[in-house]
């Protein structure tokens, strides 16, 4: 890690479900609200705002402090799709790491309920988006891969959403708060085979909000500080064909780079909060964050070591498939919970004694070309 | 100017236009290509890319790059509408000042012929947006102001865009590539009182590149650098009900500490690019600027002092009016112009001898509410 040693010392979010009365700043505003009291600062200590979301049109962060009276300082609206929250979370952990700030606010916003349907504006230009790639059919061709090479089936995708609901119910900022069992998910309806509606994320809409300081700043503050020891953004590289796409490059790579930045090893960290967009995925993050080798990951599931109570508990908070999956706030959202988890402040789903936890958001990554983005952060109390 | 010294190496943009047929990626991928041929470097060479725009979906900049095989390092999407392209240069600007890293690409592009009619889609949430106060209503109520205070009459705004379109008619990267004469502004259709067409920009589409270096890095290289030696990016402070608002609060604070970075004054300049929409807003900006005193600017177009060949020229490309004004590319095509005009590579609109240059965009702002994002670039050969 170079540069200045960086904290979160509050976060604030709201809980995500669907709000289509909403506008923008009334999803985001009370996340920014708690954050900043959670922190102990008042509005013109921050030195600059970064505001992730991907839906909002222009000038979204502007919008959302306007309404505080919290603008003058630059405001950057960063868009990366899943990772819009996590990337605006990095520009501000580096511009604080630089030496250029002391002190940010990070937002991470987003709508989806202004898409009636629920479904994402994709970009017809690319070509595998127009003949018929999206995104639950990318994964669905990624876990029949996975089970026919690993030996596995359908039953070991659904532990992965009950799981997911369990935690949720503990969660009072998740969409879903009620359990499912096996049987409930395996009766849900079909999506994309062998995926069905209760193993893919909802939409909804959410506001999340983090604040950060340099170490200089922290210690003449009141606030907890939780360190961040690595944050790193990376984009997909291009290439062309298909080759093993249950192993996602771009995730491998980042989480190779995050723990090399924090030192540790991945048997290090006592949470994580992965991107489980659906079943599949939280699977296939098990292995690309080195918390199991290629092909065990169902396992880990099935002798509990990712639940809560486990050795390494996976999504604590429910993850997208139970906490929701606001695009822009989903990042911003996890880094929220990471904080309260490594201060204790989780209730019914506290990690006990967490000192060491990763976040992982990744997005955009259409069949065989991952030229998304991918944000892994490692936090430390 | 904190941080290690960071240079412009290489520019490259498209002709602004209507392009209805391109994507995206067809509007910057020319743009990209230019700029890094005239940098003399390889895709491989880039560390990050920090796309501006605000109408271009999610993964603007990776889709772009995907198409070009430039995909794998972190790729950040801006935007921070008018200021999108430049507000991403001031992040690619802050990532290799603080060492972070070497060499950056900033791409800003957008297309405005996907709105069919030209109109922005603005966020009605805005009370002020909601009850009617779009841009050239604000900028009419701007104008009517001015004139009024200081005895000037429509005459003084037509000849902004005289100038314009001159200078654009020597620009090959221009929209509007034909001269106006005085009497054709006036007899121009009438948009919002005192504003006719010809005094406000044109809608369209385009893509402008910029390539940036550390020092360290330029002097490995075979490019010919210009240095950044002021970067400025602020939102406006809010502020309730009306104050005096011909003049920018944004722009005025925001130059102010431009030139504070750079140590130079204002007479320093040997051009400006400004972010010129509509006729009045170039005089407003020459004052908020510091470029002459308050009430005086519509005395330096009559004089001749801001048009080629004078003391300072003003938007020697043909500015927003006359070159277009893409939103998120604009920025990037100001900078890409100074580039051009402090390397000695602008031929008939050549700004003799220039040595420092001054960019500017500001967007955002309605009626009495600053809210939105300037961003001011100094640099110097």
């Known amino acids: 890690m170079s540069g200045r040693d960086v904290a979160v010392v509050g976060a604030g979010m709201i809980r995500f479900g669907k709000y289509p009365d909403a506008s923008y700043p009334d999803l985001a505003q009370p996340a920014v609200v708690d954050a900043m009291r959670s922190a102990g600062i008042e509005p013109h200590e921050i030195d600059a705002t970064y505001c992730g979301h991907s ?12 309404g505080l009276g919290m603008t003058g ?14 990337g605006a979370f990095h520009q501000a952990h580096a511009a604080i790491a630089s030496g250029e700030i002391e002190t940010a606010l990070v937002i991470g916003v987003d709508k989806l309920t202004q898409f009636a349907g629920g479904t994402l504006p994709l970009n ?3 070509h595998e988006v127009a003949s018929g790639m999206v995104m639950p059919a990318l994964y669905a061709m990624r876990a029949q891969r996975y089970l026919h090479d690993y030996g596995y089936d359908a039953d070991d ?11 949720g119910a503990l969660n009072p900022f998740a969409q879903f708060r009620k359990p499912v069992t096996l049987e409930e998910v395996r009766a849900s309806r079909p999506i994309a085979e062998p995926l069905n509606l209760f193993q893919c994320c909802p939409t909804g809409d959410g506001g999340a909000a983090v604040v950060l300081m340099s170490a200089e700043r922290v210690r003449r503050s009141d606030a907890t500080p939780v360190w961040v020891i690595a944050s790193v953004l990376h984009s997909g590289r291009y290439m062309t064909g298909f080759r093993d796409f249950t192993l996602p490059e771009i995730t491998v790579r980042s989480a ?4 090399e930045q924090a030192a540790i090893d ?28 290629r092909g065990e990951a169902p396992r880990l599931v099935v002798d509990g070591v990712t639940a809560l109570g486990g050795r390494v508990p996976v ?8 906490k929701g999956h606001p695009i822009g706030a989903t990042g911003v959202g ?42 892994i952060t490692i936090l430390a109390a």
């Open 157 to 167: 995708l659904a532990r992965v959403s009950v799981k997911a609901r369990a935690n």
């Open 334 to 375: 996890q880094l929220a919970e990471a904080y309260w988890q490594l201060t204790g402040r989780c209730g019914d789903r506290q990690v006990a004694g967490a000192r060491v936890g990763l976040t992982h958001v990744t997005g955009g990554g259409i069949a065989g070309f991952d030229h998304g983005a991918c944000a």
């Open 266 to 293: 991945p048997g290090d960290l006592d949470f994580a909060e992965v991107h489980d967009a659906f079943t599949i995925a939280e699977l296939l993050y098990y292995e690309a964050l080195q918390l199991c080798e």
């Open 315 to 322: 999504n604590p908070s429910g993850g997208l498939l139970a």
């Open 124 to 126: 017809v230009e690319d």
């Open 256 to 259: 190779k780079d995050a723990y």
């Open 55 to 66: 839906f909002g049109g222009m000038l979204t962060g502007q919008r959302i402090l306007k």
């Open 73 to 86: 300082e630059a405001i950057v609206n960063v868009e990366n799709a899943c990772s819009s929250g996590a």
